[in-house]
């Protein structure tokens, strides 16, 4: 694969740009009144694009998260399908959290590739491939690669880009599809969830969506939702709801920290602390959470 270079923000926000004009001949990108419609809960900044950007504070909160603790508020907030599993993991036990940035590929068709290739060498954007996404991420994002499970020449990076994607966001990736070179990857630390490995670099593929909604696995995946990687899976929480997943995390922390005290004290039994009625038990665990966690933002 040839040498990236880093795009400056303001070249980066040239080239996706560059990249809305061509929605209907070739290469779709959300428009930036798309990008805002389809993510209107949210109710924190945005990047020129309009892709939502939580802010950098709470991405550290929800590094200390593990899924289960915010699975629940965003499902019951009706958000059913954001949890993908079945990964394989580089450096597991290291949290993955950022802001999703999507990309999407297809397998080639001959026709439709040529016509979006032809639109963006008349546009000056070059090659269409996966450096073209690459070389538009930033700090604290998150790459999402739907390569529809493809292993067999659908290794999105070997250990170059990789570096170069660690080093410009300072999170990891998600490929649902391949990574080679792990050997020279797993070193550096950075985490990332892939389906498989091969020896081919990519091939045979056509990049068909920037930053647009993608299936990865059972989740639909939105541009700016919050990543959270851990030794469950990926769970991908829109921006609206990452202050409530937060909020319900650490009542969940705290009222845990609570029932394992007690069940230090080997004075109770499983079921008079998990799933606690007894009206006193269940007045000092309230108190405990109350005073054990901060208090929720309004």
Same mark, same amino acid.
């Given at each position: 694969?040839s040498?990236?270079?880093?795009?400056?923000?303001?070249?980066?926000?040239?080239?996706?740009?560059?990249?809305?004009?061509?929605?209907?001949?070739?290469?779709?990108?959300?428009?930036?009144?798309?990008?805002?419609?389809?993510?209107?809960?949210?109710?924190?900044?945005?990047?020129p694009?309009?892709?939502?950007?939580?802010?950098?504070e709470?991405?550290?909160k929800?590094?200390?998260?593990?899924?289960?603790?915010?699975?629940?508020?965003?499902?019951?907030?009706?958000?059913?399908n954001?949890?993908?599993?079945?990964?394989?993991?580089?450096?597991?036990?290291?949290?993955?959290?950022?802001?999703?940035?999507?990309?999407?590929?297809m397998?080639?068709?001959?026709d439709v590739?040529?016509a979006m290739?032809?639109?963006?060498?008349?546009?000056?954007?070059?090659?269409l491939? &996966?450096?073209?996404?690459?070389?538009?991420?930033?700090? &604290?994002?998150?790459?999402?690669?739907?390569?529809?499970?493809?292993?067999?020449?659908?290794?999105?990076?070997?250990?170059?880009?990789?570096?170069?994607?660690?080093?410009?966001?300072?999170t990891? #990736? /998600? /490929?649902?599809?391949?990574?080679f070179?792990?050997?020279?990857?797993?070193?550096?630390?950075?985490?990332a969830?892939y389906?498989g490995?091969g020896?081919?670099?990519?091939? &045979?593929?056509?990049?068909t969506?920037?930053?647009?909604p993608?299936?990865?696995?059972?989740?639909?995946? #939105?541009?700016?939702?919050?990543?959270?990687?851990?030794?469950?899976?990926?769970?991908?929480?829109p921006?609206?709801? /990452?202050?409530?997943?937060?909020?319900?995390?650490?009542?969940t922390?705290?009222?845990?920290?609570?029932?394992?005290?007690? #069940?230090?004290?080997?004075?109770?039994?499983?079921?008079?602390?998990?799933?606690?009625?007894?009206?006193a038990?269940?007045?000092?665990m309230?108190?405990?959470?109350?005073?054990?966690?901060?208090?929720?933002k309004?």
């Open positions: 694969m040498h990236t270079r880093k795009l400056t923000p303001l070249a980066a926000a040239l080239l996706l740009t560059i990249l809305l004009t061509i929605c209907a001949h070739g290469q779709f990108v959300l428009t930036k009144e798309q990008m805002i419609a389809y993510t209107a809960p949210n109710p924190y900044e945005r990047f694009d309009g892709r939502p950007k939580v802010p950098d709470l991405l550290a929800v590094k200390g998260l593990i899924t289960e603790e915010v699975y629940g508020a965003v499902r019951g907030k009706g958000f059913p954001q949890f993908a599993g079945d990964w394989k993991m580089l450096n597991p036990g290291k949290r993955l959290v950022g802001r999703a940035f999507t990309a999407q590929f397998p080639t068709r001959p590739a040529e290739q032809a639109e963006a060498t008349k546009r000056g954007i070059g090659r491939r &996966n450096q073209t996404v690459i070389d538009m991420l930033g700090p &604290n994002d998150v790459i999402i690669v739907d390569l529809f499970g493809k292993t067999d020449g659908g290794t999105f990076v070997g250990d170059k880009l990789a570096y170069y994607i660690w080093k410009t966001t300072g990891g #990736m /998600v /490929v649902d599809g391949g990574m070179w792990l050997g020279k990857i797993i070193p550096t630390g950075m985490p969830y389906r490995t020896p081919d670099a990519l091939s &045979n593929v056509m990049l969506g920037i930053n647009i993608i299936r990865i696995g059972n989740a639909t995946v #939105m541009p700016g939702d919050v990543v959270l990687g851990d030794e469950e899976g990926l769970f991908f929480i921006p609206h709801l /990452v202050q409530p997943a937060i909020d319900a995390a650490e009542s922390q705290a009222r845990d920290e609570w029932i394992k005290q007690k #069940m230090d004290l080997r004075q109770y039994k499983s079921s008079e602390l998990y799933g606690v009625r007894d009206p038990l269940l007045k000092d309230e108190e405990y959470v109350k005073a054990h966690r901060p208090p929720q309004k």
